[in-house]
């Protein structure tokens, strides 16, 4: 028999909440600050009302990681709980202090956490979870898990298209982008998490072709086995999105999503992202 594993992220994966609960993935939330008031993601602030008030706001919104305290409470809650091993999965380290405050508080519990690095955010993170829910739920062992973990994280592709550049310029989180901004003026500009990092794929004068591009680029991956479109204070596009990338090689139809106000104080309104995880 095998042992009983829980399964810890970051809200950055953005699994719908829903689905974080029927698939008993503990969501440890990161911290918006606006005009001084800090707020635990997905709580005391809408998105909608998010995105209202973020152009407008005296000092740019910022983000930050949960403490350690955070991390430590939800891994003591599990192994309290009668889990026997905890698996922590999170954002791309080379994009976010996450993963290593994660692995800081995983210290204290010795072998029974272990800390991953998804090399990715949003779904691209999220489905490496939801590959470990299934996992788990086969009854896989430990090192099966993590190989599965490893697997997805291998077949995980995220495309995104920016609407307004000025928000990842002052995020930080992308050098190349503050050095080439005045070129990059009134474009849609499309990247790609890849080992860990932005990169830049395109750029584009008008919506319309860059959101073209977003599927040309998905539809030329093949088979996928999740597909998920994301968007920020963007949904009818994301839903017009979803529907041209349906597609049978999916067990299920495309997951929308709404991304964390995390992700979208680095990338600001109107912007789509497509993940899927290829066969």
Request: net charge positive; charged share 25%; aromatic share 4%.
């Amino acid at each position: 028999m095998s042992e009983t594993i829980g399964l810890v992220t970051d809200s950055t994966a953005d699994v719908p909440a829903n689905l974080a609960r029927s698939e008993g993935i503990e969501v440890v939330p990161a911290i918006v600050v606006m005009e001084g008031r800090s707020f635990e993601d997905g709580k005391g602030i809408s998105r909608p009302e998010f995105y209202r008030l973020l152009p407008s706001l005296r000092e740019p919104a910022s983000t930050a990681a949960p403490p350690a305290a955070a991390f430590e409470a939800a891994y003591d809650s599990l192994l309290r709980a009668g889990v026997r091993r905890v698996l922590s999965i999170h954002l791309s380290r080379r994009l976010s202090g996450m993963y290593g405050i994660a692995a800081q508080a995983a210290r204290r519990f010795g072998e029974r956490v272990s800390v991953i690095d998804s090399g990715q955010v949003s779904l691209g993170l999220g489905f490496q979870v939801l590959e470990a829910a299934r996992a788990v739920r086969r009854g896989d062992t430990w090192e099966s898990i993590q190989q599965a973990v490893a697997h997805a994280g291998r077949r995980v592709r995220t495309i995104a298209m920016i609407e307004q550049l000025d928000y990842l310029r002052r995020s930080g989180r992308v050098d190349w982008v503050r050095s080439s901004l005045g070129s990059l003026l009134h474009v849609r500009l499309l990247l790609e998490v890849a080992d860990g990092l932005i990169r830049r794929l395109g750029q584009f004068r008008t919506r319309h072709r860059a959101i073209d591009e977003l599927c040309s680029i998905a539809a030329a991956w093949g088979p996928v086995q999740r597909i998920g479109v994301l968007h920020s204070a963007a949904e009818d596009d994301a839903r017009q999105l979803a529907s041209r990338l349906q597609t049978d090689s999916a067990a299920e139809p495309p997951l929308v999503v709404d991304v964390t106000t995390v992700i979208g104080t680095h990338v600001g309104p109107g912007c789509l992202g497509v993940v899927g995880l290829l066969r």
